[in-house]
C-alpha cells in the first residue's frame, strides 16, 4: 500500500489465464462466450473483432455457437448473444436455449428481454407507452383479414412477427391488396402472426440504425432501404446495402433514448440498435428495435470497437 491506494498490475498471460495482482489477490481472467450461429461463424464480420479485442483486454473470450453440441454454457462467466442469425427459424428450440443458459451463467442481454423482443408485436406496447412508432397492425393466426386492412396511400409491408433479415417480407403498391392479403394468409397458414405496416416513402432517404451500449450512445449508420422491389419475397436480399456512417439529429437521438426507456427491463442493456425512418412529417420513427442479435457495424470503427469490449468487461468484472 502507498498513500492508501493499492497497487494493482496486470502481468503477461500464461496458458489462457491472466494474473492480477491486487493487494496479494489473485484472480483468472473472466471465461466470456460470445455467442454466434454456424451462419454468424462464417458470416459475422464483427466476430472475430469482438473475441481478439477482448483477449487483448485480459479476458478469456471465444465464440460459440448456442447449438453446439456439448457446449458447457455453465463454465463461463458471461455470455454475450452476438449473430444467432437463425434464431427465428427456430424460435421455440433457441428462446428454450435462453432460459436453460440464463440459469447457468449470466446471459446478456437478459433472457426476458430476448422474449419480449423477439416478436415484433413489441412495437404496440412502445406505442402505448407513448414512443412513436410505424404503424403497426397484427393480425393473429385464427383471425381474419379483409382487403381494407392493406389500403394504405403509399402502399404496405407485409411481415412475420418473428423474423430477421427481412425474411418473407415484402412491401405492395397502393392498389395492389390481393396480392398483400395473400402474402399475409400464407403467413397465417402456418400459424405465424402477420404484421402490416403502412409503407414510408421517405424510407428511400435512407434507414437509421442508432447503437447504444449500457445506455449510452455509441454510433450510427445510414443504409440503403432493403424492400426495394414491390411485390417480391427475396430472402437471399442484402440485408444492409450501401451502409455508411451517419450523424443522428437530436430528434432522432430523443426518440431512439424514448424507445429504450419503454423496454420493460430495470436493468441498462448491454447493447441495443434503435432502427429508425422518416413519417411523411419527416419526424422519426421506431421501425424495429434490435435487443437480441443486431449488427452492431464495428468493422471499421475501432472506437465503436472499444466502446463494446467496455460494455462487456463491465459486466464481466460485477
Known amino acids: 500500500m502507498t498513500g492508501g491506494l493499492a497497487l494493482a498490475k496486470t502481468l503477461p498471460s500464461h496458458k489462457g489465464r491472466v494474473w492480477r495482482v491486487t493487494t496479494g489477490e489473485r484472480m483468472s481472467a473472466a471465461r466470456i462466450a460470445v455467442v454466434t450461429s454456424g451462419f454468424g461463424l462464417d458470416e459475422d464480420v464483427d466476430l472475430p473483432l469482438i473475441v481478439d479485442a477482448l483477449r487483448a483486454d485480459g479476458s478469456a473470450a471465444e465464440a460459440v455457437a448456442w447449438d453446439a453440441d456439448r457446449a458447457a454454457w455453465a463454465g463461463f462467466d458471461l455470455a454475450v448473444i452476438r449473430s444467432t442469425w437463425d434464431y427465428a427459424e427456430r424460435p421455440g428450440e433457441f428462446l428454450a436455449w435462453v432460459d436453460a443458459t440464463a440459469r447457468v451463467t449470466r446471459l446478456w442481454n437478459p433472457a426476458p428481454v430476448v422474449r419480449w423482443n423477439i416478436d415484433k408485436r413489441y412495437l404496440l406496447q412502445l406505442a402505448e407507452r407513448g414512443v412513436p412508432v410505424v404503424p403497426t397492425h397484427i393480425i393473429e393466426p385464427g383471425g381474419r383479414c379483409s382487403e381494407g386492412d392493406f389500403d394504405r396511400a403509399d402502399g404496405v409491408v407485409v411481415k412475420p412477427a418473428v423474423s430477421a433479415g427481412a425474411c418473407d417480407t415484402a412491401r405492395y403498391e397502393p392498389g395492389r391488396h390481393a396480392d398483400a392479403m395473400r402474402h399475409a394468409r400464407v403467413l397465417l ?16 432517404e435512407g434507414e437509421r440504425a442508432l447503437v447504444f451500449f449500457s445506455g449510452c450512445f455509441s454510433h450510427a449508420i445510414r443504409k440503403d432501404p432493403v424492400l426495394t422491389e414491390p411485390g417480391v419475397i427475396d430472402n437471399f436480399r442484402e440485408v444492409h446495402p450501401g451502409v455508411a456512417p451517419y450523424q443522428p439529429t437530436e430528434a432522432e437521438i430523443r426518440t431512439a433514448l424514448g424507445a429504450l426507456a419503454a423496454i420493460p427491463s430495470s436493468r441498462t442493456l448491454m447493447f441495443a440498435r434503435v432502427d429508425l425512418a422518416l413519417n411523411e412529417a419527416r419526424e422519426p420513427v421506431v421501425m424495429e428495435l434490435e435487443l437480441i442479435e443486431p449488427n452492431l457495424f464495428l468493422q471499421g470503427n475501432p472506437r465503436a470497437l472499444e466502446r463494446f469490449v467496455e460494455a462487456v468487461a463491465a459486466e464481466s468484472r460485477r
Do not use: A
Open 189 to 204: 397458414d402456418q400459424g405465424r402472426v402477420v404484421v402490416i405496416q403502412p409503407y414510408l416513402p421517405l424510407v428511400e
